[in-house]
């Protein structure tokens, strides 16, 4: 895998980089999330905690991909500013073990649901 930064737009507003890259992989499959978030804190040279992955695009059949990435400065920032959402995905894919197996996604729970009035007796 071969990263190439294209673009980079420093942000002193929200205490961010904001990256553009380009990826080369070859013929082996669209690199996952954390191996892009490893070579951009590499190249970088900052923490993988501190870049956020915001997303890869892949045309059909390239062997490349379009990356953009938040670099942020320090964790409280990041974390005031990046989705719930994003931050979770985050903390669980730290969590899973690389070979182990994922965690069944927690069942819904039911929204409560109004009391059903019993069914009145048929009248003859």
Known sequence: MELQI???NEN???SRVEVSARVEFGKATTPKRED???AL????KVEPE???VKSISTGYGANSASVRAHVYKDKA?????ETDIALAAK???KK???GAPAAPAAAPTPAAAPATPAAAPAKK
């Open 6 to 8: 294209s673009n980079r």
């Open 12 to 14: 002193t507003l929200l």
């Open 36 to 38: 892009v978030k490893a």
């Open 41 to 44: 804190a590499k190249e970088l």
């Open 50 to 52: 501190l870049v956020m």
């Open 77 to 81: 920032v990041m974390a005031k500013l």
């Open 91 to 93: 903390r669980a894919a």
């Open 96 to 98: 899973t073990a690389p």
